[in-house]
Nanobody, 128 residues
Framework: QVHLVESGGGSVQAGGSLRLSCAAS????????VAWFRQALGKKREGVAG???????AYADSVKGRFAISQDSAKNTLYLQMNSLKPEDTAMYYC??????????????????????WGQGTQVTVSS
């Protein structure tokens, strides 16, 4: 079992920045892949960024060059640095995790169904 708690959401003007955090606890020793997803009102949840235990990263095209995912293994914490925010980035942001396995690089597809552990979410609102 993996327990995830997000923080860092808030309201910001377009062009601003926010950093989201996701604290992980439970059975997380080695081989965990984690990701950020978001869900805007009335829309499907979509993958934003992912990272594996080796530090390899993947991003949705809509956030490439603006968002950066990172992790601090010593603190068991995942981060999402969001820069140049746009109103269309407004959404509930969720941290997700699951144990690594086959197929290789499965986590980089950023598919909701591939992740079994989820946090409660943190709201990000970007005003124009």
């Amino acid at each position: 079992q993996v327990h995830l708690v997000e923080s860092g959401g808030g309201s910001v003007q377009a062009g601003g920045s926010l950093r989201l955090s996701c604290a992980a606890s439970g059975r997380i020793a080695g081989g965990i892949c984690v990701a950020w997803f978001r869900q805007a009102l009335g829309k499907k949840r979509e993958g934003v960024a992912g990272i594996d235990s080796d530090g390899n990263t993947a991003y949705a095209d809509s956030v490439k060059g603006r968002f950066a995912i990172s992790q601090d293994s010593a603190k068991n914490t995942l981060y999402l640095q969001m820069n140049s925010l746009k109103p269309e980035d407004t959404a509930m942001y969720y941290c997700a995790a699951d144990y690594d396995g086959e197929p290789l690089g499965w986590w980089a597809r950023l598919r909701e169904a591939d992740f079994g552990y989820w946090g409660q979410g943190t709201q990000v609102t970007v005003s124009s």
